[in-house]
């Protein structure tokens, strides 16, 4: 039996991911995941993310709510907060 493309991975094909995760293992399994589709980036601090982010926004932010820095939630209220126009929608 093949592998059935589902219509909604179409949509990440092209993307830019940037997955935050402080555990190497977890992170590069993500990674290596979504390398098919998508154009992916590594943090693994929140610290880390944000200057990423700052730097060259991408379509979709994987975050891990753990980080040894801040919380992930930290990182999003800091992305929302952000005195530049802010490219992200999130979700509640």
């Given at each position: 039996?093949?592998?059935?493309?589902r219509k909604s991975e179409s949509k990440l094909i092209g993307k830019h991911i940037l997955?935050?995760?402080?555990?190497?293992h977890l992170g590069g399994?993500?990674?290596k995941l979504l390398e098919k589709y998508v154009y992916t980036s590594y943090a693994h601090s929140g610290k880390q993310a944000l200057r990423e982010i700052?730097?060259?926004p991408p379509d979709i932010v994987l975050l891990d709510?753990?980080?040894p820095d801040m919380s992930g939630?930290?990182?999003a209220r800091k992305l929302r907060n952000d005195q530049q126009p802010n490219p992200f929608r999130f979700w509640q």
């Open positions: 039996m093949g592998c059935v493309k997955v935050v995760e402080d555990y190497p399994l993500l990674i700052r730097q060259k709510l753990c980080l939630l930290e990182v």
